[in-house]
């Protein structure tokens, strides 16, 4: 765990703005052996803090439930266990905005009108909208905030509520399951199956910088996918390497995907 490392990791001022205000919280905690946390993080910003920070003891990625996308680090000391992040004490709040079922509101409705109201990116987690309702998850600091302000969406208006983080309603993602088998785990060849594409037209997309593994951008076609990788190719969409089922007859990989729809 080095500080000097930032500079390596960030690929824009921004970058080393984010990584730097990352740190100082971290790194204050694990110093005074107190509980810390950061900002929400996207998959992206996620992955460059795993480059910066490492395996040290202590550190958990947290986002209110098992599969979220957007993720708090979190140092909890050797006295805490990770059940407490689901407590009074815990760094996030879950809130459900109630509506009526026919207005029919979509996540990007959500997240347009928190960014109206004002209230930055980085304080909001997941956004999960089911009939009638939706749990999102924010920083307990903007919770009262929005409480207070966050009273409708577009022309709808909203009823909100905290609710336990485990009895949050998590939709589960629409996916089509995609058995094949590739010559390898190169990132094009995993594109192409997922999406039905030419392996060519993969490789183009990927050079093109529209690839991203994980979040983090790749323009390299021969970089090899890992088993649980997602991958999102901008025009696209979104696909997941399910599992890796070891060689057919014919030496080739039989993999499963799943792809987002």
Known sequence: ?????????AHSPEDRVLLAKLWDKIS???RRNIP????????REQEMARFLFGNEPGLT???????????MLVYLPEYLEEESLYGADSPMVCLRATFFEEDALSHRDFLGALMGAGIARETVGDICVGKGSCDFFVTTEIAPYIEQNFLSAGRTK????????QNAQ???????EIKDTVASLRLDSVISSGFRIGRNLAAQHISAGKAAIDGLPCEKPDKTVAEGMKISVRGLGKIKLVSVNGRTK????????HRYV
Do not use: W
């Open 61 to 71: 990625f947290f986002g209110g439930y098992e599969d979220a996308e957007r993720k």
């Open 36 to 43: 810390a946390n950061t900002c929400f993080l996207s998959p």
């Open 250 to 257: 014919k030496d080739r990989i039989s993999i499963t995907i």
């Open 170 to 176: 998590i939709p589960q993602p629409e996916v089509k």
């Open 28 to 30: 204050a905690g694990m």
């Open 158 to 165: 909203l009823h909100l509520s905290r609710i336990p983080l």
């Open 1 to 9: 765990m080095d500080r000097s490392n930032i500079d390596k990791i």
